[in-house]
């Protein structure tokens, strides 16, 4: 059973966690605000702007919650860029593939790629034959800020993922085989993650959250959504998208599903943690925990 951390802008969640069987054992968790302005993600940038106010608040967590040694991060969407990069081979060494990688990516990264932290799959050969592999990368200075909050916390970073990757994660069960789209809904942002055979290939990350949804903006999300739906087929050589399932607060789901089934031909669905895990004895709503939870279930 391993710990799962969560680090947003908006809090910090923490967990101990372990899916067997399809189902989830929840044994501890623990949260605490984040005062504003404290993280500001970015690809590119520092994200903190007190590392020890941001320490300070990760080991009041970590007493809170009686967690030590390793745990495994899901930390904001902005802070890593998630590219599949077609090339005709792979090396089959790992470090050597993600040097290889880097190299290719050269031109795709706002900042030197001898900076960038790169993980990745093996997403199959494309239809003209060339193999295709999803990359996850951020920019090792940036990764770094976390790293030493959680270390002099008094914790050790085992894996260090995307918030919306760890939410896949733990939606696994329920997002099962095929294309499917994943619109995370928070405060600050909105992340549409497209999987397929449960592997993340493609997001678009929109920089308006939970208010511009329920406001003037929605149409422009909306359309935001549909652009993406059809911009990750045609361009990025992805299968037709499935379904959309909806990660977020009620009511807020419920009128975004809404809002788009007016515009799509796919099913729209809400996600459930409780039965996507068969998590039982836990009344609260799962959603919330999601990414941590995610973070916390991840093979490593």
């Given at each position: 059973?391993?710990?799962?951390?969560?680090?947003?802008?908006?809090v910090?969640?923490?967990?101990?966690?372990?899916?067997?069987?399809?189902?989830?054992?929840?044994?501890?968790?623990?949260?605490?605000?984040?005062?504003?302005?404290?993280?500001?993600?970015?690809?590119?940038?520092?994200?903190?702007?007190?590392?020890?106010?941001?320490?300070?608040?990760?080991?009041?967590?970590?007493?809170?919650?009686?967690?030590?040694?390793?745990?495994?991060?899901?930390?904001?969407?902005?802070?890593?860029?998630?590219?599949?990069?077609?090339?005709?081979?792979?090396?089959?060494?790992?470090?050597?593939?993600?040097?290889?990688?880097?190299?290719?990516?050269?031109?795709?990264?706002?900042?030197?790629?001898?900076?960038?932290?790169?993980?990745?799959?093996?997403?199959?050969?494309?239809?003209?034959?060339?193999?295709?592999?999803?990359c996850?990368?951020?920019?090792?200075?940036?990764?770094?800020?976390?790293?030493?909050?959680?270390?002099?916390?008094?914790?050790?970073?085992?894996?260090?993922?995307a918030?919306?990757?760890?939410?896949?994660?733990?939606?696994?069960?329920?997002?099962?085989?095929?294309?499917?789209?994943?619109?995370?809904?928070?405060?600050?942002?909105?992340?549409?993650?497209?999987?397929?055979?449960?592997?993340?290939?493609?997001?678009?990350?929109?920089?308006?959250?939970?208010?511009?949804?329920?406001?003037?903006?929605?149409?422009?999300?909306?359309?935001?959504?549909?652009?993406?739906?059809?911009?990750?087929s045609?361009?990025?050589?992805?299968?037709?998208?499935?379904?959309?399932?909806?990660?977020?607060?009620?009511?807020?789901?419920?009128?975004?599903?809404?809002?788009l089934?007016?515009?799509?031909?796919?099913?729209?669905?809400l996600?459930?943690l409780?039965?996507?895990l068969?998590?039982?004895?836990?009344?609260?709503?799962?959603?919330?925990?999601?990414?941590?939870?995610?973070?916390?279930?991840?093979?490593?």
């Open positions: 059973m391993a710990w799962g951390l969560e680090i947003d802008s908006e910090l969640r923490l967990c101990r966690a372990e899916a067997r069987g399809g189902r989830l054992r929840l044994r501890k968790r623990a949260e605490v605000a984040v005062p504003a302005g404290l993280i500001r993600p970015s690809l590119k940038e520092g994200n903190v702007s007190d590392l020890s106010a941001l320490t300070g608040l990760v080991r009041d967590l970590r007493k809170q919650a009686g967690c030590g040694g390793w745990v495994q991060l899901a930390l904001p969407d902005p802070v890593f860029m998630l590219r599949t990069i077609v090339t005709d081979s792979l090396p089959e060494a790992r470090e050597e593939a993600r040097r290889f990688l880097r190299w290719q990516a050269r031109d795709l990264l706002p900042f030197p790629a001898e900076d960038a932290r790169l993980d990745f799959l093996r997403s199959g050969n494309g239809p003209d034959g060339r193999l295709q592999t999803t996850l990368m951020a920019r090792d200075r940036v990764l770094a800020e976390y790293e030493q909050a959680v270390a002099d916390a008094g914790l050790a970073a085992a894996v260090l993922d918030r919306s990757v760890s939410l896949a994660q733990a939606a696994s069960a329920g997002v099962g085989d095929g294309t499917v789209g994943l619109l995370g809904l928070a405060e600050t942002r909105s992340t549409l993650l497209v999987v397929q055979e449960r592997q993340p290939r493609f997001w678009r990350i929109l920089s308006e959250g939970g208010h511009a949804w329920s406001g003037d903006e929605r149409g422009h999300l909306v359309r935001e959504v549909v652009d993406t739906v059809s911009f990750s045609e361009s990025e050589g992805i299968r037709p998208m499935e379904r959309i399932i909806l990660a977020g607060s009620s009511p807020l789901v419920d009128d975004v599903a809404s809002a089934r007016d515009w799509l031909e796919v099913p729209i669905t996600l459930d409780r039965a996507a068969r998590a039982e004895g836990h009344p609260d709503d799962l959603v919330h925990w999601g990414a941590a939870i995610g973070a916390a279930i991840r093979p490593c």
